[in-house]
């Protein structure tokens, strides 16, 4: 029974992942003064999405109807190599967490060939907006692996955030704080999130993801929000998989519980700053993604003694 907890671990993030964008929003509207919408309404969203039919413009090709279900795929890949707290990760070798990132990496990849497949100078221009910080995000993201991998003496995300366990704070604890906050950094730029991109905005200047999104629609745009959704999960399950307190060693539904409380309060963490923070400018976002790469630059210096 214990070999598959694993593959219970993927089951509940499948299941979970989307209800975090309603913990996001629940928490906007809750420092707005609003009511704010149904903490499912992503299912809702995306079982209405399912039921309608995709249309698709004369100037688009086969990229674009590929890429949702492709980009898909590339997440469900990636998940089933992330760890879930005291229990493993369904696959792991040494060197998967380079993998995992090309998996991310492949899933933005389909996405910048369907908004260029389409033709529109607009949804190019999110596309390379998207292009450019990505060469810092997954710079960063690189990075802060690099500095955990140097923590735990392991080159497998198994390795880091199960195998080393709590054994991993052991090493030095401030600077594995300072980690933690640049893995947060690079969640909200791979999630499109405030201060990088606002998720919720419609004006043509500031837009990043949205703007690639805007031609999908019915099962596509299902599977890109599923996407987005799981992303999420996998990018919040590394800061929360060095925060969990291993030394508990909970049964499975306690584990379950506890890792799925950690990823909560990451999104609801970030609902509080996307309702306390400003969007920034487009020009300093390189600015501050290259603070947080210097940040985890220091981080990998000392924990590589």
Known sequence: MNNLYPLFNVIIALAAAPLMFGVINRIKAFFSGRKGPPLLQLYFDIGKLLCKGAVYSRTTGVFFRLAPSAGLIAVLTALLF??????????????????????????????????LDTGSSFEGMGAG??????????????????AMSAASGSVSLNGMLFTAGGRIWQVSPPVLIVVVFVLYIVLLAENYRVPFDDPNTHLELTMIHEVMALDHGGPDLAMLEYAAALKFWILASLPAGLLFPHGMKPDFFGNAALFLGLIALTAALTGALESCAARLRLVKVPQMLTAAAALSVVALIFLAK
């Open 129 to 146: 907006r998207d292009a450019h910080f990505s060469v810092f995000s997954e710079a960063v993201l690189f990075l802060c692996l690099a």
């Open 82 to 115: 992330i760890p879930c707290g005291a229990y493993p990760a369904v696959l792991f070798f040494p060197g998967d967490m380079v993998l995992v990132v090309y998996l991310l990496g492949a899933q933005r990849f389909c996405m910048l060939l369907a908004a």
